[in-house]
């Protein structure tokens, strides 16, 4: 006899109200200490709160660039100002298009935008939510420039399809590192695959500061670029040339730079631990009849930004939404759908093509194309936001919270496959 479920009310696996999740909102899912405090007081000491002057940013750029093994690192104000400044750097032309994944956050394409370039979306594998690299061939016109990769809940791009894109038609690739810092594809790490990476430090990434961002890049000419355009194109290097562009003031202070250092330093403890709960959490999963767990390439190193799962409906004995409500009910901490439930497209920004006063500049002729967003143009993203489960991961997670987890979803998985 299967335990009652709490949705028919049954007890519930966990009651969240006693023993809630750990979450990346305050100190029970963060990673915060003496070094980030030793740091700070540093800084504050030197008197020094700006980059022109101090030498954490520097140290912190110098510290990111090397554990990825890239030669340049820009320190910026957010993960939008990232992929902005690289955008910005490579100086592309008025309605230019550059194809993004439609599952990512708004500030993947307020870059684009932005820059006054047309975002235009290929569609996603469906189990993985990641860029589908036939899906972006089919997508390639003649104004296209570059490619915005999106790692997505920690998990790299297919960067071997990719890469076979980027040789094919010589586009730029930007690749969006928000959710995935310490990922890897074959042993590499992401952000180093194309002209640039861009991380974001936003609360609830591996590291955190709670707002702040990081460009890579060995490119020394784009480098240049982005260090000009994220600071108002001032040229900081002792050269002295003027501004012979806009740019943006997308500055990191030095009491940023000194906790992004310290997480920085403690981005493998960080990730060890996110990886041990996970990949237990996810063998776990892979031995209950109806739920599937994430789909991870073995070549590559999943940096559990977000759990995922999915469900076998006919095997499991209950449909989508039915599953969505037991597991809610049970205080699992699984919310529903990838990003807005909806490819990002079909957000009224893009539907209304509303970027800047009542036209529709960058779309409109003669500057860009009116690129039409279509529901039915993205199966493979509708199929993910329909069927794909999310949970928020940190490493605070233990080994213990996995087994309740776990125990929820047995408990719902057994109800169902005995009636089914
Ligand atoms: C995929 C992706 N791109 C871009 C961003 C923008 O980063 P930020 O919020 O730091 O501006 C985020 C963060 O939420 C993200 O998840």
Known sequence: MTEELAVNGGPKTRDTSVKPWPTIANASGRDFGEQEMELLREVMESGSLGYMYGSMVKQFEAEFAARHGAKHACAVSSGTAALHTAMGALQ????????TSPVTDMGSVIAIVQCNCVPVFADVEPETMLLDAQSVRERITDRTRALMIVHLLGQPCNMDEIMAVIEEHGLYLIEDCAQSHDAKWDGKDVGTFGHFGCFSLQQS?????????????????????????????????????????????????????????????????????????????????????????????????HGWWRMALSIDEEELGADAPTFSQAISAEGLPFGRGAARGEPICMLPAFQDYAAYGTGDFPWERPYGRRVEYRLEDYPGTNWAMANVWTASWNEGYTLDDVDDILRGLRKVSEWYTARG
């Open 92 to 99: 592309l032309e008025v309605g230019d298009e550059v194809i």
């Open 205 to 301: 990434k591996q590291i955190t500061t709670g707002d702040g961002g990081i460009v890579i890049t060995d490119d020394d000419g784009l480098a240049d670029e982005a260090y000009r355009f994220h600071d108002k194109y001032y040229d900081r290097s002792g050269q002295n040339r003027p501004p012979e562009r806009i740019g943006m003031n997308y500055r990191m202070s030095e009491l940023v730079g000194a906790v992004a250092l310290a997480q920085t330093r403690k981005l493998d403890r960080i990730n060890t631990r996110r990886r041990e709960t996970a990949e237990a959490l996810m063998a776990g999963i892979a031995a209950i009849p109806g739920i599937n767990p994430a789909t991870v390439h073995p070549k590559a190193t």
